[in-house]
């Protein structure tokens, strides 16, 4: 199934689309990848999920990949005798590990690690930012704080500290169990949350041995301080803006999404822009204007893929939130101005062999009509160092590895295929002829363009480009 677009759309599932008819519906609609949400269900709502996702790709014959998002750590507050308190703008307010319940002065936090970052000046969001603490006071237990801005406030609210790296690791032990079970059901990619250093990549890598492809969620202004290294040590990124928004001012927020999206770029690896993007969608079938160009900027910018969260795994209109999501793009991707964009900001290519053959295919696509740049590619590298180029024609990624061709379904322009394995220049350009013809690129007569590596299936030899007629 050809779809006539470059960016692509991930879909998160849950009790609105977990029948098989829903999740098929979805992917016919337009989703590329399906999220599967740890921080909610059972492994067995998941199992169940994952195995109709695998049926609809058997039915249709695209790779399709699956993300598993992982919870990640959430700090909350203990809770309130009487369940909930006011809090006044201008008051004190102390936070300790005292785990009696709480009232109107004070609280108890069951995370000590909070309170070893603390320190005067650093600033305390509960409850999604509605309330906001300065730290006035602290020590190894406790911490006094001004309430800058009050109100409502009850059991277990969420706590984020802004202004420090906390002593955590963005693995949890329900993170551990819930990795090891993804990687074992046969998760494409892997979401780690709550990252905040480049250490915190380090040890999801080495838990997943390669298994799944592993992705960094930036949702703490920490790790945007060493966004270069956590960028290298990822395979692809996640710009989660909510909670971004929630540690950061908002208007801050859009600058650093282009910024995340450039660094990405860069490197060649795919980055998802997530969160909020069709959320009036949940209770009602159209967008609001200012979605709609909030997702339209996404694609402007050159992401690699929008996502759906509650839009599609809870809302009242899953489907019509792919279908927007799929117009949207189409309708950028058709204005002549989107070509400069992405054009404009073109990086420049490492002295590498890959990258040299990678810059050459954009530049003959440019010059030629080719109906579609083909790559061969055993471990998706040299997918992926063609996607950093985006070229105008669309990329058709042949991988003897099924579980590479699902992964290079999150990456713009690529059209992923699984074919068998191929030992010589003459089977990579038939092979790559009947894709072209078979999924729809080309005609007979058309020119295609082809990259592939030699020796064949050793990853990373990107070293040929020859162009042949479908």
């Given at each position: 199934?050809?779809?006539?677009?470059?960016?692509?759309?991930?879909?998160?599932?849950?009790?609105?689309?977990?029948?098989?008819?829903?999740?098929?519906?979805?992917?016919?609609?337009?989703?590329?990848?399906f999220?599967?949400?740890?921080?909610?269900?059972?492994?067995?709502?998941?199992?169940?999920?994952?195995?109709?996702?695998?049926?609809?790709?058997?039915?249709?014959?695209?790779?399709?990949?699956?993300?598993?998002?992982?919870?990640g750590?959430?700090?909350?507050?203990?809770?309130?005798?009487?369940?909930?308190?006011?809090?006044?703008?201008?008051?004190?307010?102390?936070?300790?590990?005292?785990?009696?319940?709480?009232?109107?002065?004070?609280?108890?936090?069951?995370?000590?690690?909070?309170?070893?970052?603390?320190?005067?000046?650093?600033?305390?969001?509960?409850?999604?930012?509605?309330?906001?603490?300065l730290?006035?006071?602290?020590?190894?237990?406790?911490?006094?704080?001004?309430?800058?801005?009050?109100?409502?406030?009850?059991?277990?609210?969420?706590?984020?500290?802004?202004?420090?790296?906390?002593?955590?690791?963005?693995?949890?032990?329900?993170?551990?169990?819930?990795?090891?079970?993804?990687?074992?059901?046969?998760?494409?990619?892997?979401?780690?949350?709550?990252?905040q250093?480049?250490?915190?990549?380090?040890?999801?890598?080495?838990?997943?041995?390669?298994?799944?492809?592993?992705?960094?969620?930036?949702?703490?202004?920490?790790?945007?301080?060493?966004?270069?290294?956590?960028?290298?040590?990822?395979?692809?990124?996640?710009?989660?803006?909510?909670?971004?928004?929630?540690?950061?001012?908002?208007?801050?927020?859009?600058?650093?999404?282009?910024?995340?999206?450039?660094?990405?770029?860069?490197?060649?690896k795919?980055?998802?822009?997530?969160?909020?993007?069709?959320?009036?969608?949940?209770?009602?079938?159209?967008?609001?204007?200012?979605?709609?160009?909030?997702?339209?900027t996404?694609?402007?910018?050159?992401?690699?893929?929008?996502?759906?969260?509650?839009?599609?795994?809870?809302?009242?209109?899953?489907?019509?939130?792919?279908?927007?999501?799929?117009?949207?793009?189409?309708?950028?991707?058709?204005?002549?101005?989107?070509?400069?964009?992405?054009?404009?900001?073109?990086p420049?290519?490492?002295?590498?062999?890959?990258?040299?053959i990678?810059?050459?295919?954009?530049?003959?696509?440019?010059?030629?009509?080719?109906?579609?740049?083909?790559?061969?590619?055993?471990?998706?590298?040299?997918?992926?160092?063609?996607?950093?180029?985006?070229?105008?024609?669309?990329?058709?990624?042949?991988?003897?590895?099924?579980?590479?061709?699902?992964?290079?379904?999150?990456?713009?322009?690529?059209?992923?295929?699984s074919?068998?394995?191929?030992?010589?220049?003459?089977?990579?350009?038939?092979?790559?002829?009947?894709?072209?013809?078979d999924?729809?690129?080309?005609?007979?007569?058309?020119?295609?363009?082809?990259?592939?590596?030699?020796?064949?299936?050793?990853?990373?030899?990107?070293?040929?480009?020859?162009?042949?007629?479908?």
């Open positions: 199934m050809k779809r006539n677009r470059k960016a692509k759309i991930v879909a998160t599932l849950g009790p609105a689309s977990s029948t098989p008819d829903a999740i098929r519906a979805l992917f016919n609609a337009g989703a590329d990848v999220r599967f949400n740890f921080s909610h269900g059972a492994h067995e709502d998941h199992q169940r999920r994952y195995d109709i996702v695998r049926e609809v790709e058997r039915e249709t014959g695209r790779p399709i990949a699956v993300l598993a998002d992982l919870q750590p959430k700090l909350r507050l203990g809770t309130f005798a009487e369940g909930k308190v006011a809090l006044p703008t201008g008051g004190a307010f102390r936070l300790d590990g005292d785990p009696s319940p709480g009232d109107a002065s004070r609280v108890g936090i069951p995370h000590p690690e909070v309170f070893a970052a603390l320190k005067p000046g650093v600033q305390l969001l509960l409850d999604d930012g509605k309330i906001r603490l730290v006035e006071a602290c020590g190894a237990g406790a911490a006094d704080t001004r309430i800058v801005a009050g109100g409502a406030l009850s059991d277990r609210k969420g706590v984020s500290v802004v202004g420090a790296v906390l002593p955590l690791s963005a693995l949890t032990e329900k993170d551990r169990i819930d990795l090891a079970f993804a990687l074992e059901m046969g998760a494409d990619w892997v979401a780690l949350s709550f990252v250093r480049p250490e915190d990549m380090v040890e999801v890598r080495q838990l997943a041995e390669g298994r799944a492809a592993v992705m960094a969620k930036l949702e703490k202004p920490s790790a945007i301080d060493c966004l270069e290294d956590i960028v290298r040590l990822s395979d692809g990124l996640m710009v989660a803006r909510g909670d971004l928004g929630v540690e950061m001012r908002p208007e801050q927020v859009p600058v650093i999404q282009r910024r995340i999206l450039r660094e990405c770029r860069k490197a060649g795919p980055v998802i822009v997530a969160t909020q993007m069709l959320e009036s969608m949940i209770t009602a079938p159209t967008p609001t204007r200012a979605e709609a160009s909030d997702v339209a996404a694609v402007y910018d050159g992401a690699d893929a929008v996502m759906l969260s509650a839009e599609s795994a809870a809302g009242q209109f899953p489907v019509e939130a792919v279908e927007m999501m799929d117009a949207i793009i189409r309708e950028v991707e058709k204005d002549p101005y989107s070509r400069l964009v992405l054009d404009a900001a073109h420049e290519p490492a002295p590498t062999m890959p990258d040299a990678c810059c050459a295919l954009r530049r003959v696509v440019a010059l030629l009509d080719i109906a579609a740049a083909v790559t061969y590619t055993t471990s998706g590298s040299t997918s992926l160092r063609a996607a950093r180029e985006r070229p105008a024609a669309p990329i058709l990624s042949m991988s003897p590895n099924p579980e590479v061709a699902r992964r290079m379904a999150l990456v713009w322009g690529v059209h992923s295929v074919i068998g394995k191929v030992d010589s220049l003459d089977e990579v350009v038939e092979s790559a002829r009947k894709a072209a013809r999924e729809g690129f080309a005609a007979p007569g058309n020119i295609i363009a082809i990259t592939a590596g030699t020796p064949f299936n050793v990853p990373g030899t990107t070293d040929l480009l020859k162009l042949a007629v479908a």
